[in-house]
């Protein structure tokens, strides 16, 4: 069977190309894939070549195909999965496997047949072995693409804990009922937390979402309004800290003089040294951002780690049980992973999004794998509609959900854009 997918070469040499995959095994899965969601491991994987950890290092004469967080449908099943997955079923991989012995392997980084930047795949039996071929439902496919991210944000949540002082069992999560301050936090990632945080299983009682660019805080607002999270009793706000002396106004917004928990969005020095000066009794100080430098370092007050018992805690993804619970949440509306999309195009976008991925603004880059478009921001849609009938009819939808992407904006698009074997003919 012949397929249609981005394939990494070699060091920034990706190829949109077609080949054979090779014969279906019983202990493979067919697939093809609808959506996928850029990610900048992608793009650091790219840069990086066989030079990555997880790419091969015969990567030039069997190149992988690119893409970790994807969903699709399952097409056949070989023998040995038979009784567990059926054809028809949509599907999303957790791309972690750990598999035993090549711990670093992964979708999307390793494999000559899976990755989410492809029209059809061959599952390799190490992902169901590992038990990392998820089956889930919804109304669309784009927020099963981005259940690892959610996931991501899950296990960051689980990563928090706490103690009493004089015991010494840690308590998993965030303080329920809490004050918990998510800084930097009205960025896509950010919105993805606030998400969690009102809908989720463990939910604070005071939240405190900060940034530096008010129309950014705005634009959160609009999303999650304060009036909404009252209605969940939770006390929502929104501050600006580009003001002089934000620890202090932001400290009395708190009952007690300080944070339970403080997450940190972006890898900024002086953001980590405000987290710590924001955490109370037993604050919980968590890092979640990915930074670039192996030499990042901040100041924290290690008098207030000793006598104050404040800790420090970071992740880097979530975990099958984490993204399962994404797919969960998602499929019974109570997670939307819209607010972190800015961008949509097609299979023939990918290799200069992910290129160039450093220098675009905005959050997610969605991509479905089976039209052909160019990547295109939301907030564009109108302006470009204007001489262009398919995006006009696209921003109509967008405006429809507060600007958002949505499983309306979604089939419209698969309904009505070229396919991207069309354009290749």
């Not at 979708?107 to 169901?128: C, D, K, W």
């Not at 005071?206 to 999270?229: K, Y």
């Not at 207030?304 to 404040?310: A, I, K, L, R």
Request: proline share 6%; with cysteine.
């Amino acid at each position: 069977m012949k397929t249609l997918a981005v394939r990494l070469h070699g060091v920034n040499d990706l190829r949109m190309e077609a080949f054979d995959l090779p014969a279906l095994q019983d202990d493979q899965i067919l697939a093809d894939i609808t959506s996928n969601s850029i990610c900048m491991s992608s793009h650091k994987a790219a840069a990086q070549g066989a030079g990555h950890k997880r790419v091969p290092d015969d990567v030039a004469d069997n190149p992988i195909i690119l893409g970790h967080e994807f969903c699709g449908t399952i097409k056949q099943v070989g023998a040995k999965w038979a009784d567990q997955f059926q054809p028809g079923q949509r599907y999303s991989v957790q791309p972690a496997l750990n598999y035993p012995g090549r711990e670093h392997e992964a979708p999307g980084y390793s494999f000559q047949t899976l990755g989410g930047n492809a029209r059809s795949v061959i599952i390799p039996s190490e992902v169901m072995e590992r038990d990392c071929l998820l089956t889930c439902e919804g109304d669309s496919f784009f927020k099963a693409s981005l259940s690892e991210p959610v996931s991501c944000i899950i296990g960051a949540f689980k990563t928090s804990f706490h103690f009493e002082q004089g015991q010494y069992d840690h308590v998993s999560g965030i303080v329920e009922g809490g004050a918990l301050a998510i800084l930097a936090g009205a960025g896509p990632m950010g919105l993805g937390a606030i998400d969690y945080a009102l809908h989720g299983p463990n939910r604070p009682g005071l939240l405190v979402v900060t940034d530096i660019d008010q129309a950014r805080l705005d634009r959160a607002a609009s999303i999650f309004s304060p009036e909404h999270a009252k209605e969940l009793g939770i006390d929502l706000r929104y501050v600006d800290t580009s003001a002089p002396d934000a620890v202090t106004m932001l400290k009395a917004l708190t009952p007690t003089g300080g944070y339970d928990d403080v997450m940190v969005f972006a890898p900024v020095a002086p953001l980590i040294t405000q987290a710590s000066q924001l955490l109370g009794l037993n604050g919980c100080l968590n890092f979640f951002a990915g930074p670039s430098k192996t030499d990042f370092d901040a100041t924290i007050n290690f008098y207030d780690v000793h006598y104050m018992g404040h800790h420090i805690v970071g992740s880097s993804g979530g975990n099958t049980e984490d993204m399962r619970e994404a797919l969960e949440l998602m499929g019974q509306g109570v997670l939307n992973p819209a607010v972190m999309i800015t961008h949509v195009g097609g299979l023939d976008a990918v290799v200069p999004t992910v290129l160039d991925l450093p220098t675009i603004p905005g959050g997610k880059k969605l991509v479905y794998t089976g039209i052909a478009m160019p990547l295109t921001a939301l907030d564009d849609l109108v302006e470009l509609g204007k001489d262009n009938a398919l995006l006009a009819g696209l921003a109509g939808i967008v405006a429809d959900h507060n600007g958002l992407w949505s499983a309306d904006a979604e089939a419209y698009l698969l309904a009505n854009a070229p396919t991207i074997e069309s354009t290749l003919e």
